[in-house]
């Protein structure tokens, strides 16, 4: 199993550019996450998905849309990258919700010029 | 509201001495999970230990153990003999409620340096 997967590994925009982050996971989870990890802030939940074709926004979720087409796939969306995007960002996935383990991809290190 | 303070920024240590890294957490939930993650420097995100808040029988996992006291709100990891390979960031994170949902809330992560 290659667990949480992410692409890119690392990129840089300039304002204003669009992108999206894929995360795909092969352990058949029903929950997908993305948080931004910001230097003295730990991790945060940008937004989350609870099945194939549902979303949710969670703590920080402006500037940023999701979509989960297919259960294993959860993708995050910059429609027009700032500078206050630039972070590392993380996809997780848990079998369940309540007290399940989250299990975290290897981030995607973003640079908005 | 949920919330996990990690005290301790930085920590550095020379090793095989003992360490301890302090999590305090806020929540009004009776149910509630605890968790500790690992990110060394490659990055990635390593899961550790998850407690419930019904259980609070210390855990020892090889050089690693978890003191959870629901008195004080705390779950201190202790990591006994440090080595260089535990050199990393680590997250303390509670299972908390945001936007009426059951999310993790992670704490500030404490940076934990091991010389040689």
């Known amino acids: 199993n290659a667990g949480v997967t992410q692409t890119p590994k690392f990129r840089v925009l300039k304002t204003g550019q669009s992108m999206t982050l894929l995360c795909a996971q092969d352990?058949?989870?029903?929950?997908m996450y993305w948080y931004r990890q910001d230097p003295g802030m730990g991790l945060r939940l940008i937004h989350y998905s609870v099945g194939e074709g549902t979303t949710a926004k969670g703590e920080v979720p402006d500037g940023y849309n999701v979509s989960r087409l297919k259960k294993q796939n959860f993708l995050l969306g910059l429609e027009s990258a700032a500078p206050s995007q630039t972070s590392v960002y993380f996809c997780?996935?848990?079998?369940?919700?309540?007290?399940?383990?989250?299990?975290f991809g290897p981030g995607t290190r973003l640079t908005v010029l | 509201a949920q919330k996990v303070t990690q005290a301790q920024t930085e920590i550095s240590v020379v090793e095989k001495e003992d360490v301890t890294l302090d999590c305090v957490y806020e929540t009004r939930d009776t149910t509630y999970y605890l968790f500790w993650y690992k990110q060394p420097p490659s990055g990635e995100l390593v899961f550790l230990i998850r407690?419930?808040?019904?259980?609070?029988q210390n855990e020892i996992s090889g050089r690693y153990s978890w003191n959870f006291q629901k008195s004080t709100s705390s779950f201190n990891f202790t990591i006994t003999a440090s080595q260089v390979v535990d050199s990393a960031v680590y997250f303390c994170?509670?299972?908390?409620?945001?936007?009426?949902?059951?999310?993790?809330?992670f704490g500030q992560g404490t940076r934990l340096t091991i010389n040689p």
């Open positions: 997780a996935s848990s079998y369940s919700e309540l007290s399940d383990t989250q299990y």
């Open positions: 352990m058949n989870h029903e929950y």
């Open positions: 407690r419930n808040s019904f259980d609070e």
């Open positions: 994170a509670l299972r908390g409620i945001i936007q009426g949902a059951q999310k993790l809330v």
